[in-house]
T-cell receptor, first 115, second 113 residues
Framework: GAVVSQHPSWVICKSGTSVKIECRSL??????MFWYRQFPKQSLMLMAT?????????EQGVEKDKFLINHASLTLSTLTVTSAHPEDSSFYIC???????????FGSGTRLTVV | AQSVTQPDIHITVSEGASLELRCNYS??????LFWYVQSPGQGLQLLLK??????LVQGIKGFEAEFKRSQSSFNLRKPSVHWSDAAEYFC???????????FGTGTRLTIIP
């Protein structure tokens, strides 16, 4: 199966700063990656679909200027939380879907705490 | 639009007892169905998936799930739970031609000795 590496696993930042989260597909080329957000004791909500070489597709209600996604290569997608505020504190998870398998592999997640 | 319902927010079972976690989906055609498990602070691990064919699907860690079209259900079962099964379980659905996974709200499983 696919192997996905997400980094960092946790980060604490000051309010107003930006934080970058990386998602790497280690064993196959991912033209599409997905970013989810999970609040404590809640389900995962899809934020955006990251497309290699083109703009990300954001879900309704997700601020694209707040959550910048870059998918510059077939193995790396990044999510940058800009001008972070305490309400952005959450668990962010990426996933990939290897072609032909229709199975989704998830990264280990990033716990973001904004103070 | 596709949707997933997990009616049970929290379930507690004794170690060694059987388990069934419920999942109902709403979608016009046959969906692709998944069960994931998440330990605290961790990502999601795929337990099993159903695309077509045999409606009883075997997964990892001794789990199985049965797809019942007439009931729009995909319940997860395990004959004998272990303390290490304590986690959050998510049912998810994706429709053909649409890569977006839709998750249920999750069921938290607690195991008591």
């Amino acid at each position: 199966g696919a192997v996905v590496s997400q980094h960092p696993s946790w980060v604490i930042c000051k309010s107003g700063t930006s934080v970058k989260i990386e998602c790497r597909s280690l064993d196959f080329q991912a033209t599409t990656m997905f970013w989810y957000r999970q609040f404590p004791k809640q389900s995962l909500m899809l934020m955006a679909t990251s497309n290699e070489g083109s703009k990300a597709t954001y879900e309704q209600g997700v601020e694209k200027d707040k959550f910048l996604i870059n998918h510059a290569s077939l193995t790396l997608s990044t999510l940058t939380v800009t001008s972070a505020h305490p309400e952005d504190s959450s668990f962010y998870i990426c996933s990939v879907s290897p072609p032909g398998l229709y199975g989704y592999t998830f990264g280990s997640g990033t716990r973001l705490t904004v103070v | 639009a596709q949707s997933v319902t997990q009616p049970d927010i929290h379930i507690t079972v004794s170690e060694g007892a059987s388990l069934e976690l419920r999942c109902n989906y709403s979608y016009g055609a046959t969906p692709y169905l998944f069960w994931y498990v998440q330990s605290p602070g961790q990502g999601l691990q795929l337990l099993l998936k159903y695309f077509s064919g045999d409606t009883l699907v075997q997964g990892i860690k001794g789990f199985e799930a049965e797809f019942k079209r007439s009931q729009s259900s995909f319940n997860l079962r395990k004959p004998s739970v272990h303390w290490s099964d304590a986690a959050e379980y998510f049912c998810a659905v994706v429709s053909f031609g649409n890569e977006k996974l839709t998750f249920g709200t999750g069921t938290r499983l607690t195991i008591i000795p």
